[in-house]
């Protein structure tokens, strides 16, 4: 029995050992991914476990406020938390365990995640620590309507040095195989994979931001700032319907010659060459007709056809474009507070959205007040930002937020900063290169010429569902749309519910695009499941295009099958328009290989 109980014994060890492997694994991943995701300026979320993570938060509150003092000692509290989690792991214990045949994938995984976190602490937040007195909106924040591009260039290398090392460590941890792992681990590693693949990409943006910005705004330039109207949704986001030019001479920027996109519609000509693959996908009047411009998603070709519109019809040439939309000015009121308008009404970040994208059109019937009421919103609102009114570091939040969602973006004839921007969301392009690999996108243009998709809402749900051994990926997409438009919208102001073309008055149409990634193929499309599959191509993409049509109250579901190009094992992004609604519907999807 002695004997028995003995065999017993022996045989439960390694169970047990590897359940406290697992265990102290999953605290330690977890409270190691919280510290670096922390760590940001830009990092919108924290959580609230063990030490590193309060003095990651401790170190994001530091960087924010410019105080180098407090980061100073959140970093050196970060570092011995962290460091302490490596150097346990580090151990010969572990350093054993690491190369039992059934715990060792598991105990090497969290090792490598710690070593990876350890390092970015050690080497890559030390550089930002250093100018945290710099690093923060006050570096942004314009003062007498100039910004001082000096400022931004000098924290450059600093940025620079840390986007490295935070890559570096970024690719450590996604070389880790987590489908291999226990399942105490599997979503914690993924966490953390997540969270640095997301750090690395703010990284990558500050970057740029701090080379792009002073390039743009050094000597004298003049820009065509074009603002989106979601409410006729376009897929870049929305119609350009108002414009302005921004004239800019070594950092201070001054706002020029506003109108309507109206002003230069229906236009007798084609402002550029149109390829036979946009004129099937999007119409001739992509090119004659400013308020189609963006009828494409690739916001550089949008940019260019409408730059050549506004050199014929205005006389202006401009060096390049910048686009916005009313979400991104409810984003940006946070920052500097409400704006009172002409008529007596206050614009706040609350009711922007419902004011500029339908309130307006109730208030102001005749196209002339419309375009008066927004150049009057958009010179009070230029003019508080120039004037350094509010709190700089929510003003640069709201702009990053506004970027990262699509909102921003951003376009010049200089083709060094082009390349610079590259596939970043603020070039809002087709992605291309190995990105168009591993990207598909979901792009809605409206069809009738009105501003009913300030009622629409649309999700879009994706997912990966097997790969094959040529590394084919097979993705499986759900869009959702539903109308929340009143009964009685056919009664709604005609400048709302359109003029009735292609659909009744209040009732949307809406054109709906999916873009394979490259080299890949809509194999199936359905519209509440009756076949709707209408398969194009672009630039070696495979798209399909399809309309829908939303009645008031209406919910319609688009269901696809798409296939990569072959080679193509990673994650994928899916693109998507945005909407008038916070957020991005726009997602990474987890490779099936």
Not at 185 to 211: F, M, N, Y
């Amino acid at each position: 029995m002695s004997s028995s109980r003995s065999a017993a014994t022996t045989n439960k060890s390694p169970r047990r050992r590897t359940i406290i492997l697992g265990v102290l694994g999953l605290l330690l991943v977890v409270a190691a991914s919280v510290a670096v995701y922390g760590y940001s300026q830009l990092s919108s979320a924290r959580d609230d476990i063990d030490v590193a993570t309060a003095s990651a938060s401790d170190l994001q509150s530091a960087l924010e406020s410019g105080d180098q003092a407090a980061a100073k000692k959140s970093l050196d509290e970060l570092q011995q938390s962290i460091g302490d989690a490596d150097s346990t792991l580090s151990g010969a214990l572990f350093s054993v365990a690491a190369k039992l045949p059934v715990a060792g994938k598991n105990v090497n995984a969290v090792r490598t995640v710690t070593s990876s976190l350890r390092t970015v602490a050690d080497d890559g937040l030390p550089p930002l620590v250093d100018i945290a007195d710099q690093f923060n909106g006050k570096t942004f924040n314009p003062t007498g309507g100039s910004i001082n591009v000096a400022a931004i260039a000098a924290i450059g290398p600093n940025v620079t040095a840390s986007s490295r090392v935070i890559d570096t460590a970024s690719a450590d941890v996604n070389a880790i195989d987590s489908s291999t792992l226990a399942g105490s681990l599997r979503g914690p590693v993924e966490d953390v994979q997540d969270k640095l693949t997301r750090a690395a990409t703010i990284a990558r943006r500050a970057t740029t931001a701090s080379d792009v910005v002073p390039q743009m705004l050094t000597g004298k330039h003049t820009y065509l700032l074009i603002f989106q109207n979601n409410a006729e949704i376009r897929a870049t986001g929305g119609l350009p319907g108002a414009y302005a030019v921004l004239d800019v001479d070594d950092g201070k920027i001054s706002l020029g010659q506003q109108g309507s996109g109206a002003s230069m519609g229906d236009l007798p000509y084609k402002a550029t060459p149109i390829s036979a693959e946009e004129s099937d996908l999007f119409d001739t009047k992509l090119v004659s007709d400013f308020r189609d411009v963006n009828f494409t998603p690739d916001f550089p070709r949008a940019a260019e056809i409408g730059t050549a519109i506004l050199a014929r019809e205005k006389g202006i040439d401009v060096d390049g474009v910048l686009s916005v939309d009313p979400v991104t000015l409810s984003y940006v009121l946070k920052g500097i507070g409400p704006i009172e308008l002409e008529d007596g009404s206050t614009l706040t970040s609350s009711n922007a959205v419902d004011v500029l994208l339908n309130g307006v059109y109730v208030n102001y019937p005749e196209p002339g007040a419309q375009d008066a009421f927004f150049a009057s919103a958009t010179q009070k609102i230029f003019d508080k930002v120039l004037a350094g009114q509010g709190d700089p570091t929510a003003l640069l939040k709201a702009l990053t937020r506004a970027a990262n969602e699509r909102r921003v973006q951003v376009w010049t004839k200089d083709t060094s900063i082009t390349d610079e921007l590259g596939n970043s969301a603020v070039a809002g392009k087709l992605p291309t290169g190995k990105a168009a690999d591993s990207a598909l996108g979901i792009y809605l243009n409206d069809a009738t010429g009105a501003k009913m998709q300030y009622y629409l809402d649309y999700d879009i749900a994706a997912k990966a569902t097997k790969c094959s051994a040529a590394g084919v990926q097979t993705y499986e997409t759900t869009t959702t749309l539903t109308s929340s438009a009143p009964a009685d919208s056919a009664q709604l102001p005609e400048s709302i519910r359109g003029p009735g073309f292609g659909a009744e008055p209040g009732s949307m149409l809406l054109n709906y695009y999916l873009y394979a990634p490259n080299g890949g193929k809509v194999t199936a499309l359905t519209i509440d499941g009756e076949d709707a599959a209408y398969p194009l191509t672009q630039d070696g993409r495979g798209v399909d295009l399809t309309t829908v049509q939303l009645d008031p109250g209406q919910t319609v579901t688009v269901k696809a099958t798409v296939v990569s190009g072959k080679g193509q094992r990673g994650s994928t992004q899916v693109l998507a328009t945005p909407s008038i609604k916070p957020g991005s519907e726009s997602s990474v999807v987890r490779s099936a290989c």
